[in-house]
């Protein structure tokens, strides 16, 4: 999934080109960034298709997040780090945050241990069968419980 080494880094953010670990963690000059307030499917996950066909939609999550950002700087707020060490951002390509971009397009949920401004677009996904809501698919954090 791709990428370069050029970027800066502050106390509270980083940035630079990007390449895509799974659906919702990037990793910019060593350093990996989980997107924050969302949950993708795990890398190794099927979901079932409207036919009832098993497919990979972990990693089209993934894809469809490095089609996204391909080899545009990526911008990232750091809100801590989570339990595995890696920060917790909020980052955007070219002004559009990928957390909202990826429920937008149904490739990932929002958290639902909080609050989020996620939920009107994870709804409107739903709606439009969009991304994993085309099927039926596992919470990524029951798939994880169930099989990591």
């Not at 801590?80 to 955007?92: A, F, H, N, P, T």
Request: glycine share 10%; proline share 3%.
């Amino acid at each position: 999934m791709c990428c370069a080494i050029a970027g800066s880094v502050s106390a509270n953010s980083i940035s630079g080109r990007a390449s895509v670990i799974d659906g919702d963690t990037i990793e910019i000059r060593g350093e990996r960034i989980r997107l924050a307030s969302v949950d993708a499917p795990e890398s190794r996950q099927t979901c079932l298709d409207a036919k009832g066909r098993a497919w990979r939609c972990g990693q089209q999550a993934a894809l469809a997040l490095s089609d996204k950002i391909g080899r545009s700087p990526i911008v990232c707020l750091s809100e801590g780090r989570d339990q595995y060490d890696r920060i917790l951002g909020e980052c955007s390509v070219s002004n559009v945050s990928l957390s909202a971009w990826l429920v937008k397009n149904g490739w990932a949920v929002p958290y639902s241990d909080r609050v989020s401004r996620h939920y009107p677009a994870a709804r409107r996904a739903k709606g439009a069968r969009r991304g994993i809501w085309a099927g039926i698919f596992q919470r990524p954090s029951g798939w994880r419980k169930q099989y990591q």
